[in-house]
């Protein structure tokens, strides 16, 4: 499967804990994005990397969270010390940006915090 | 920031009657993408409009931007129950660094 790639696809962690996402984007794009979903909503965007450079990040998001892109390859999103309304769906996209920016979304990962 | 609105937010047919969801926005939209998700499934893209009053067409689906470039709309002709899910206009800036989604209409259609 040469998709977007997100592991683990669920996390159920207790309040306070720390929890780390993966991506693995299209091999050739240079271009990854992560949003964060909830339920009846739109994605929401948090940060962009082109390559391995972190270039944009959403002024609604809390120091808690950062993001990684180590090479230009794959990313890891973490968020430390977890809140309840941190629970959502965190999508991953990756884009070539070549003419027709299309974004691939992966499966996402599920983050239910109790 | 840049803010797009979506209406209706929910629309129910009956199989064969037609679709149409509107995208709006108080400043000029750059780039304007739709994707689909179906329930429990992720944003899969659809088509990207770029210029002012684009028209592209898709089989049954006919997407427009407006002259303006502050509104687009979907349009799906004869809808069929594999067409149900959240349709998601979307915003990404001319430096391709912000995809910025409206909140969805979601299309239920009853056989």
């Known amino acids: 499967d040469t998709g977007v790639s997100q592991n683990p696809r669920h996390k159920i962690t207790k309040r306070g804990q720390n929890v780390t996402f993966r991506c693995d984007p299209i091999?050739?794009?240079?271009?990854l994005y992560w949003y964060r979903q909830t339920l009846g909503q739109g994605p929401e965007f948090l940060t962009y990397?082109?390559?391995?450079?972190?270039?944009?990040k959403s002024r609604l998001l809390s120091d808690r969270f950062s993001a990684e892109r180590p090479k230009g390859s794959f990313s890891t999103l973490e968020i430390q010390r977890t809140e309840q309304g941190d629970s959502a769906m965190y999508l991953c996209?990756?884009?070539?940006?070549?003419?027709?920016?299309?974004?691939?979304f992966g499966q996402g990962t599920r983050l239910t915090v109790v | 920031g840049q803010q797009v609105m979506q209406i209706p937010q929910y629309q129910h047919v009956q199989e064969g009657e037609d679709f149409t969801t509107y995208c709006n926005s108080s400043?000029?939209?750059?780039?304007i993408q739709w994707y689909k998700q179906r329930p429990g499934g992720h944003p899969v893209f659809l088509i990207q409009?770029?210029?002012?009053?684009e028209v592209k067409k898709q089989k049954r689906l006919t997407f427009q931007f407006g002259e303006a470039k502050k509104n687009s709309s979907l349009h799906i002709t004869a809808t069929q129950t594999t067409d149900v899910g959240t349709y998601f206009c979307?915003?990404?800036?001319?430096?391709?660094?912000?995809?910025?989604f409206g909140k969805g209409t979601m299309l239920l259609v009853s056989p």
């Open positions: 996209a990756s884009s070539s940006g070549v003419q027709v920016a299309e974004a691939f």
């Open positions: 091999s050739e794009h240079n271009r």
């Open positions: 990397f082109q390559n391995e450079a972190q270039l944009e």
């Open positions: 400043t000029t939209l750059s780039n």
């Open positions: 409009l770029v210029k002012s009053g």
């Open positions: 979307a915003d990404m800036n001319s430096g391709y660094s912000t995809l910025t």
